[in-house]
């Protein structure tokens, strides 16, 4: 159970505010580019799955674990996380089963970008934009209970979270601004799904506070790690790869993966 006093109240809203705000940013950098390309796509995506895959495994899946070892202890709080993480797999395979890719390609020898090739990339877009909603909802929850709890150490998880947040932004921008050449398109959906972060922390507050538990974290972060994986391997670099024209994929997977991890060692020290 949390104590709630107005002040941390307030700085609890704020903070998660900004750090849902975070995904916005990523949004501008897309924003640069003049035009969509292959290249560019191919890169962007690469970049968000490496970020996904990476932040999933080293730090949501271990807020899953952490979560029902203080409940359940570590024997049972390690097998719990797993069970979740495959859990959030098995969820979107179900889906994708239900609702199967074409894998459309692009002809790489003609410059327009076709119907079928926008209609791939929109389903791309839209299950990475759910993917990062549905993340950020429990994202936004841990940071406002973190920081009812502890504006001090609040502060600090919503930094790493808003880091964190800035290529889940163009994970969504990317994909939108390819299939629909609208860049006001691509930055509104890196919006909204920022916005889930506060949407989540006032569930929280005016629903869950009397009755969220060690557990109900832990099922959420192992849930959503899970998800997060099998979409970055599933359609995000398999994405990247076909829209390549180089060696973009793996660049943009190592820089991806790159840039969490030392944003996670700097913030450390």
Known sequence: ??????????????????????????????????????????????????????????????????????????RL????????????????????????????????????????????????GLLSAVAITAHNFPEGLATFFATLESPSIGLPLAFAIAIHNVPEGIAIAVPVYFATGRKSYAFGASLLSGLAEPVGAAIGYFALAGSLSHSTFGAVFGLIAGIMVFLALDELLPAAKRYARGHETVYGLVIGMATIAVSLALFKW
């Open 77 to 124: 709080g390690f097998t719990y996380g797993t069970i979740w993480f495959l859990a959030g797999v098995l969820l979107v395979m179900v889906i994708d089963h239900l609702v199967p890719n074409p894998h459309e390609t692009l002809d790489k020898q003609d410059p327009a970008f076709h119907e079928q090739n926008r209609s791939h990339i929109r389903r791309v």
């Open 1 to 74: 159970m949390y104590e709630i006093s107005t002040q941390n109240l307030w700085i609890a809203f704020g903070l998660t505010f900004a750090a849902g705000l975070a995904t916005a940013v990523g949004s501008l950098l897309v924003l640069f580019s003049k035009r969509p390309n292959p290249r560019l796509l191919a890169f962007g995506l690469a970049f968000a799955g490496g970020a996904m895959v990476y932040v999933s495994l080293s730090e949501i899946l271990n807020k899953s674990i952490a979560s029902f070892t203080l409940a359940h202890g570590e």
